[in-house]
C-alpha cells in the first residue's frame, strides 16, 4: 500500500509538470502522454478489482484497452469509467477517468494554432483534475485489489 501511495504522489508531481508545460504553449507528445497515461491506468487498477477487470477484459492488457476499445469509442469509454465510479471506489475510479480524459485533448502540431490551443486548455483542465485526485490517491486509498 506504501509502495501505491508514493507512486500516486510521484504521478501527482509528474501531472503537474505536463500541466505547466501545456499551460505554457507546450505540446506534450503522444507518446509521452501515452506512457504516462498507461502507467497511471495500471497502477489505479492494480488496486480496484473492478477497474482491473474492465481494462483487461477479453484477455486484453491496459495497452490493449488503449489501443483498441479506447481508441475507436474515447467518449463512451470515459462514460463507462463514470458509471464505475459512482458503484464505488470514486477516487481511483475517477482519477482513471481524467487519465483517459486527457488522452482526448493532445494537442496536434499539424493543427491550426487555435486548435492547439483550445485543446491544450482542455488537456490542462483534465490535468489539473487528474493531479488533484492522484494526490488525494495517495492520501486515501481503500484497496480492493485483483
Known sequence: MENFR???AHDAVK????????QGGTNISEMTLGWFI?????ELSSQDVE????FNKDNASVEGYLKTRFKTH???EIAAIDSLAKRGHP????SARYALEALRHIPDSGEPSDIQERDRRELAAALSTLQDL????????GSSRP
Open 51 to 54: 477497474l482491473y477487470d474492465y
Open 15 to 22: 501531472a503537474g509538470d505536463y500541466l505547466k508545460k501545456t
Open 38 to 42: 498507461y502507467d497511471v491506468l495500471t
Open 134 to 141: 492522484l494526490q488525494k490517491s495517495s492520501r486515501d486509498v
Open 74 to 76: 474515447p467518449v463512451e
Open 91 to 94: 477516487t481511483l475510479r475517477l
Open 6 to 8: 508514493a507512486e500516486m
